[in-house]
T-cell receptor
């Protein structure tokens, strides 16, 4: 039973480019969450999605960031026109219907140069 | 407001017990979690406790919850070098859709 998968594991972008981060939840999980971890800090919630729906995006920056979880395929976190301050580790988690447990992927480490 | 605090660093000798502490401020928390993060890796869910419980034991791990003081602790018995990692506590409110994490405690296990 594969865990939460994220790709790429490392992503380097120049300022102004777009970053696309992908997350495939565990089999049978229909709830996906994105978190960001800045260096030497804890994780900060960004967004919670179910298939084709954004449930809670209270942690998403107002501009440049968007997320989707289509009916088919992985969840995507998209960052447009990246800036140096976007450099961080981005983690995806998924949970089953019970919502109690969140299982995390290995993360995508974004570096903006 | 939501704020979860942890001490930054803990050093223990192999074979001793480790106790990692956490305080939180949201009295409506429903679940409280402990996660382990090894260097360059994601977070591994270790255990969690429902807010109406005061203790949970799982093999070498014991979680204590003092809801009155909003204090959560994780005790690791017979600590091994493989336990060296950063430990995060997290709280969830309502339907647990959003976790609020502490800053993490780095556990160093020495021989």
């Amino acid at each position: 039973n594969a865990g939460v998968m994220q790709n790429p594991r490392h992503l380097v972008r120049r300022r102004g480019q777009e970053a696309r981060l992908r997350c495939s939840p565990m089999k049978g999980h229909s709830h996906v969450y994105w978190y960001r971890q800045l260096p030497e800090e804890g994780l900060k919630f960004m967004v919670y999605l179910q298939k084709e729906n954004i449930i809670d995006e209270s942690g998403m920056p107002k501009e440049r960031f968007s997320a989707e979880f289509p009916k088919e395929g992985p969840s995507i976190l998209r960052i447009q026109q990246v800036v140096r301050g976007d450099s961080a580790a981005y983690f995806c988690a998924s949970s089953p219907t019970s919502l109690v447990e969140q299982y995390f992927g290995p993360g995508t480490r974004l570096t903006v140069t | 407001g939501e704020d979860v605090e942890q001490s930054l660093f803990l050093s223990v000798r192999e074979g001793d017990s480790s106790v990692i502490n956490c305080t939180y401020t949201d009295s409506s928390s429903t679940y409280l979690y402990w996660y382990k993060q090894e260097p360059g890796a994601g977070l591994q869910l270790l255990t969690y406790i429902f807010s109406n419980m005061d203790m949970k034991q799982d093999q070498r791990l014991t979680v204590l919850l003092n809801k009155k003081d909003k204090h959560l602790s994780l005790r690791i018995a017979d600590t091994q070098t493989g336990d060296s990692a950063i430990y995060f506590c997290a709280e969830a409110t309502g339907t647990a859709s959003k976790l609020t994490f502490g800053t993490g405690t780095r556990l160093q296990v020495t021989l």
